[in-house]
């Protein structure tokens, strides 16, 4: 009986050993009709099992966060086109209004030359364009009981440049309001220019 039980706890002792060094040798790999394929133990199936799907939700993970750059990447290229329009129609108002102020300083420095010259301006219909009669060489006079005015040359052309600096130094202009001595249905039409225009140092006086 004693040689029985000895026996017996030999037996399993060694079924135990063997059964432990065969789980320790897992995973095997070997040759199955004619295929190499790899043995695992069911819990090393079930830990490779795991480990994938913690992968593939990583990855998914990741491919989300991947997409959620790039929309955002392409919204910043549209928001960086749009503010680059922007930019572009600034600068195009920018260059126009520069342009419109040129041409604006153009027209004052030229309407008030002309008027200091005393100029007739008039409208050529031929060619739509706006010209000026220089009058230096001229002197105005009227009638104030017929309301007649008249030019009076008081000198040749040779002698415009003398005048134009006389016109200038002595800085003479109708009174205000010389029309109102006219009796009213014989009133030469005084227009004002509707904006004021100031002598500044970019206008050239002789």
Known sequence: MTKTLLLLFTFILISTTTFSQVQNNYPIQTVLKGD???IYTFQQSSDIDLMLANQRALSSRYRSDIEKLKNEIDSLKDLSIQKQQIIDSISKVNYACDSVKG???AVKDWLLKS??????LYFSWQDTTVRSIDL???AWTSNYQNGNL???RRGTNADYEAFRVLNYNRR???D??????YWEEDRPK???FPFEIKINEHTIIP
């Open 103 to 105: 041409e604006l300083y």
């Open 136 to 138: 230096t060489v001229y």
């Open 115 to 120: 008027s200091m010259d005393n100029s007739l």
């Open 36 to 38: 190499s394929v790899v």
């Open 176 to 181: 205000l309001d010389w029309e109102q001595k």
């Open 150 to 152: 008249r030019l009076i």
């Open 172 to 174: 003479e202009s109708p």
């Open 190 to 192: 005084v227009k004002k």
